[in-house]
């Protein structure tokens, strides 16, 4: 199992920064790309800024320019820094990540399976 945990989110007002973290742990053996989403209340879960294993980045328009992410392998960490923060910003985000896992069987040989996780989610709101 992998378990992720997304720690940051907090109340603030409109024009300040975040930053959110989520930790990987569990059985583990390579993380490929690692991702923040967020959900508003009546709304789709949408993508919010993703990061890959060799360090590509990927944006939606409207987080441009405020949102960082990065990613510290070592840590199995993902960031998301934000700035400028809206009113619009205001959601849960959930940490996303996938990879290949370890699995071993009763006869010893270990074999090695993708996975993709989710985190709980962590509430960022965001006042005018």
């Known amino acids: 199992q992998v378990q992720l945990e997304e720690s940051g989110g907090d109340l603030v007002q409109a024009g300040e920064s975040l930053r959110l973290s989520c930790v990987a742990s569990?059985?583990?053996?390579?993380?490929?790309?690692m991702g923040w989403y967020r959900q508003a209340p009546g709304k789709q879960r949408d993508m919010v800024a993703t990061?890959?294993?060799?360090?590509?980045?990927n944006y939606p328009d409207s987080v441009k320019g405020r949102f960082t992410i990065s990613r510290d392998n070592a840590k199995n960490t993902v960031y998301l820094q934000m700035n400028s923060l809206k009113p619009e910003d205001t959601a849960v985000y959930y940490c996303?990540?996938?990879?290949?896992?370890?699995?071993?069987?009763?006869?010893?040989?270990?074999?090695?399976?993708?996975?993709?996780?989710w985190g709980q989610g962590t509430q960022v709101t965001v006042s005018s």
């Open positions: 569990g059985s583990i053996f390579s993380i490929n790309t």
């Open positions: 996303n990540v996938d990879g290949e896992r370890p699995v071993t069987t009763y006869s010893g040989r270990t074999y090695y399976e993708p996975f993709r996780s």
């Open positions: 990061i890959s294993s060799n360090g590509n980045t």
